[in-house]
């Protein structure tokens, strides 16, 4: 079990750092895109580009951001709740989210093969195969149906899920 959860939170973690490196391209396209602009050299795509980026590092993000309790979650209404009501209300909320996450990964994956089969280009002057930048987004979904499986399978084995709490305590400073 130790084995699945390092790979687990490996691949979490491999997301996140993806996502921070379509951070750092999106400030290089920008900063490209603002230099283009000073000194008059069209850069066609650019904002395109900018936008791919910002939907990749968004889905690569998602699962480690869940893990570290960084979603918005109802925190305050389980913390209302006793125990035993607080567990039947984290299992319906993870099962609903689990569904919800699944069906828009099976969309997304769906939706590159289609972009794919279709040779479906983008509407800008860069012509960029769809495929191409839908594909990060898809990883990302499918990273974060992973992530609710995973917790929603440990909240049913062990009786808590891997969400941890000390973002959650940091949330209530004020």
Not at 128 to 135: E, F, G, R, S, Y
Request: proline share 2%; charged share 15%; net charge positive.
């Amino acid at each position: 079990m130790k084995t699945t959860r390092r790979a687990l939170n490996a691949l979490y973690d491999g997301a996140a750092v993806l996502a921070a490196i379509c951070l750092v391209l999106l400030l290089v396209v920008i900063v490209l895109q603002m230099a283009a602009r000073w000194s008059g050299i069209p850069f066609p795509g650019s904002s395109d580009y900018a936008g791919y980026l910002m939907a990749a590092a968004s889905f690569l993000a998602f699962a480690q951001a869940l893990n570290r309790g960084a979603h918005i979650r109802v925190s305050l209404l389980f913390n209302a709740l006793d125990a035993r009501k607080r567990y039947w209300a984290e299992l319906w909320s993870l099962t609903i989210a689990t569904a919800a996450s699944v069906y828009l990964a099976w969309y997304a994956v769906k939706m590159v093969y289609w972009s794919r089969k279709l040779h479906d280009l983008s509407q800008g002057q860069d012509a960029t195969p769809l495929w191409i930048a839908q594909l990060p987004m898809a990883i990302g979904a499918v990273i974060l149906a992973i992530c609710f499986v995973d917790n929603l399978v440990t909240l049913l084995v062990s009786g808590r899920d891997n969400i941890r709490t000390e973002n959650l305590e940091q949330s209530h400073a004020e």
